[in-house]
């Protein structure tokens, strides 16, 4: 699911237009790719969207622990194509979004409860697009790049990524350098990083929050990390962001 929030249109699944605002829920695994005009970016020439990934084994394991969740979701099926919602909805999830924006782990559980009954619930959707068929390659790495953006909090080890793929870990090393070019243990350094990034930019974090938000569980760790890879400090790249 994702909200953007550049102007002014950009392009999505099955060339569809949005704009700053909309969301968009799209399934599980469904190959896509998002291309944005000129102007939606900033004067930084970044995009700024926010995303929530879960899957459908999450919403799942949480109707049958929470009743309250389960009545209010009563009769769920989950869609198939990708869709774009409306604008009471979008509205209402904006707002939980950027609530969750600034929460810890604790607290963004607790707004995906109040998420997940106006996602599946709201009425007032459009069709945005449906699955296509791709290589088996390119679903595989999307498969791997959702698994990090939904667990790049916590520590992944070569076992559960490669389990997730159905390879064993030497087989799953050598086509992950083969088909990106880097380890994946770089790869989600990487990740961790910008992830990073963006919120010593756009939010008020201490670097120690930041350093466990994305993962990492030492801040001289992270600080050595960060500055090998980026070339400065975290605190040096907040002021340069703030400056510039």
Not at 31 to 42: F, G, K, Q, V
Not at 46 to 65: G, N, P, T, W
Not at 94 to 107: A, F, Q, V
Not at 178 to 203: D, I, P, Q, W
Request: hydrophobic share 40%.
């Amino acid at each position: 699911m994702c909200y953007m929030d550049t102007e002014p249109e950009w392009q999505a699944i099955r060339y569809s237009l949005f704009s700053a605002g909309d969301v968009a829920l799209i399934p599980p695994s469904m190959h896509h790719y998002w291309e944005y005009t000129p102007l939606s970016a900033d004067s930084d020439g970044c995009v700024h969207y926010l995303m929530v990934a879960f899957s459908h084994s999450f919403v799942v394991r949480c109707m049958e622990v929470f009743p309250e969740l389960r009545n209010r979701l009563a009769g769920l099926t989950f869609p198939v194509n990708a869709l774009k919602l409306g604008l009471e909805s979008s509205r209402i999830i904006r707002k939980i979004l950027l609530r969750m924006n600034d929460m810890d782990e604790l607290g963004r559980l607790c707004e995906m409860f109040r998420l997940l009954p106006v996602l599946f619930t709201s009425s007032d959707h459009t069709f945005a697009g449906k699955p296509m068929n791709v290589e088996r390659d390119v679903r595989r790495i999307q498969q791997i790049c959702t698994y990090v953006m939904g667990h790049y909090i916590h520590p992944i080890s070569l076992d559960d990524i490669s389990a997730e793929v159905g390879m064993n870990r030497s087989a799953f090393c050598s086509y992950f350098k083969r088909c990106k070019g880097m380890t994946f243990s770089r790869f989600v350094t990487e990740y961790r990083l910008n992830t990073a990034c963006e919120l010593l930019k756009h939010s008020q974090k201490q670097v120690s929050e930041i350093c466990f938000a994305v993962g990492f569980n030492d801040v001289p760790h992270f600080n050595r990390i960060f500055k090998k890879l980026k070339g400065v400090t975290p605190q040096e790249y907040r002021k340069k962001g703030t400056s510039g």
